[in-house]
């Protein structure tokens, strides 16, 4: 009898234990159907649970960046991972040129590409890399400095060619083979010329301290900036333009050239150039026009003309995380981006220009251009 109990209880045991394996391999079938949710905002769905995410890691969303937008993006990134706590926003910014070529020539991968030059992304990308592309904010070439630059006391928007001709000034700008700041400078020194009437101020500043030469054709100039070769003492040239800002502040240079962008950004002191040359105006598009860098392209070279200063953003084919990159494009573009980049002194394109096949999710806030 008492061999008989504990048989029956071990059997009851066998069967307990059963049931409890079976209820568990039930609930375990069922949980994958309740992590693929979706998350759906007013204008862009973004996948909220990926193969990462459902691993406790975070949707790494990879923005290549100009870096004079450097500072306007990082505030967006901390909005952008505050809506989306999945997901880190990892900035790579550099010299425009130098950004749209890890995607075209290195094929790395990118969720965004912003440009400084929004003609750059039809120019190297489109139709191989990207199949469409926004005009999204404007900006204006100055000459910053700050307290302890030479001659911070005399410079003016009327005589600041002079101030950077004197023997004990030293001035910097960006390399134009890889940066558009670095490209426009020289248009501006030369579009300065008409301006002032002064047909020496290029050969002063540029030509008699650099490789740099410039050419005319008809009414066009071309400014040959393939080889720089700054001397070095007086004339400074470094691969990106945001490089020079702690050059400046430190003091090992008196003068930089910069977006107004960047100044206000970084507190510096600038000289405010008047629209004919600055590069800010659409109605001096004819007057831009006039000058044009030649700069190295690939195994080539391509030419640079003069032009308003536009920036424009993408979503390149070779995104990892297509859908995370729109939502980010979508709040550059929406009511908080422009905010952040008004405040940065970066006025915003309201509403977006769209080129190319835009997504319709972007539809309600870009104005479709031809």
Not at 45 to 51: G, H, L, M
Not at 121 to 130: F, K, L, R, S
């Amino acid at each position: 009898m008492k061999r008989f109990s504990e048989l029956s209880l071990g059997i009851l045991l066998v069967i307990l234990l059963v049931g409890v394996v079976f209820i568990t391999g039930c609930t375990t079938t069922e949980t994958p159907q309740t992590t693929t949710t979706v998350v759906t905002t007013q204008s862009t769905t973004a996948i909220a649970t990926t193969p990462a995410a459902a691993t406790g890691e975070k949707i790494k969303v990879k923005v290549f960046l100009a870096g004079s937008l450097t500072g306007p993006f990082e505030k967006i990134k901390a909005k952008f991972e505050t809506k989306y706590p999945n997901t880190e926003v990892l900035l790579e910014p550099a010299g425009s040129v130098d950004v749209i070529k890890k995607v075209t020539d290195t094929k790395k991968p990118a969720d965004v590409v912003a440009s400084a030059d929004y003609a750059l992304i039809p120019q190297y990308m489109v139709p191989n890399d990207a199949d469409w592309y926004l005009t999204f904010a404007k900006n204006s070439m100055v000459l910053t400095y700050v307290n302890k630059s030479k001659y911070a006391d005399e410079i003016t928007s009327n005589n600041w060619y002079k101030i950077l001709a004197r023997d004990d000034v030293r001035w910097a700008f960006s390399d134009p083979n890889a940066d558009p700041c670095g490209y426009r400078t020289p248009m501006v020194i030369k579009l300065a010329e008409s301006k002032y009437g002064d047909t020496t101020i290029f050969k002063t500043l540029v030509e008699d301290h650099s490789k740099i030469t410039a050419s005319k054709t008809g009414n066009v100039w071309t400014i040959d900036a393939t080889n720089p070769s700054p001397d070095g003492t007086k004339l400074t040239i470094r691969p990106k333009s945001v490089e020079l800002v702690q050059m400046v502040q430190a003091g090992g240079i008196d003068y930089a050239w910069e977006y107004h962008s960047v100044a206000v950004q970084n507190n510096l002191k600038f000289v405010e150039l008047p629209e004919e040359i600055d590069l800010s105006a659409v109605k001096y598009a004819d007057n831009y026009k006039t000058v044009g860098t030649k700069a190295v392209k690939g195994n080539g070279t391509t030419v640079y003309t003069g032009s308003p200063i536009v920036y424009g953003v993408t979503v390149p084919k070779i995104a990892e995380h297509p859908d995370m990159g729109l939502a980010f494009v979508e709040m550059l573009i929406g009511p908080e981006g422009q905010a952040i980049l008004t405040a940065d002194g970066q006025p915003p394109v309201v509403p977006a220009g769209g080129f190319g096949k835009v997504p319709a999710s972007l539809s309600s806030l870009v104005s479709t251009q031809t």
